[in-house]
């Protein structure tokens, strides 16, 4: 019995656990990480609380405050109001997507650098994917283009739109009564009224 409690004692007896200091090689101790993310946050928050516990006095340090704050609700707000353009105007839109495509590359990774300060490292693995988007998307003006243009046409208050031409079987096809239920139920609904 003293060799196997010896044993025992040795994997998981005492002050140390050989087993479990082994696993925690591989593997990270849940409770012990969990701690450790609870005392960051609490540092993280303690710092946030002593930044702001100070009153601003001047006018500046408000203003600064305020500057600080506009890049990320402008950057939001002017992509929201891409798409918006990019519905109302989309000719106007690729005109200033193809001034878009001419930004040489080295203002891109500029623009990434800046915008990485205020939204991290993960803005910059994105620029060069996005300049690809915007070069695709500039190859599909042309069809663009072209669909306005035959949805202008089709435009109800464009004159004679609904004119058949020389197309004698599709003028003959607009001119047959089809079915229609709901016409016919109106109509029955119309000579009730008049009978009563």
Do not use: C
């Not at 060799?3 to 593997?27: M, P, Q, S």
């Not at 079987?169 to 001119?175: D, G, H, T, V």
Request: zero cysteines.
């Amino acid at each position: 019995m003293g060799l196997i409690e010896r044993i025992f004692t040795t994997v998981f007896g005492g002050e140390r656990n050989l087993l479990r200091d082994t696993v925690e090689v591989f593997r990270e101790n849940a409770e012990a990480g969990a701690q450790r993310t609870h005392t960051a946050q609490a540092q993280a928050m303690a710092q946030y609380g002593a930044e702001f516990a100070v009153a601003r006095q001047g006018g500046f340090d408000r203003f600064m405050d305020g500057v600080n704050r506009l890049p990320r609700p402008m950057l939001a707000l002017g992509t929201l109001g891409l798409f918006v353009t990019a519905m109302v105007n989309p000719l106007w839109f690729a005109e200033r997507m193809q001034g878009i495509a001419l930004v040489p590359e080295p203002l891109w990774w500029l623009l990434g650098v800046i915008v990485s300060f205020y939204f991290g490292a993960r803005q910059q693995a994105k620029a060069q994917e996005f300049q690809r988007a915007i070069v695709g998307t500039i190859t599909r003006v042309p069809q663009v283009v072209s669909n306005i243009e035959t949805l202008r046409e089709l435009r109800a208050d464009t004159p004679r739109v609904a004119d058949t031409g020389e197309d004698s079987q599709l003028a003959l096809a607009a001119l047959k009564p089809t079915d229609n239920p709901a016409l016919d139920a109106w109509r029955r609904s119309r000579a009730l009224a008049a009978t009563e």
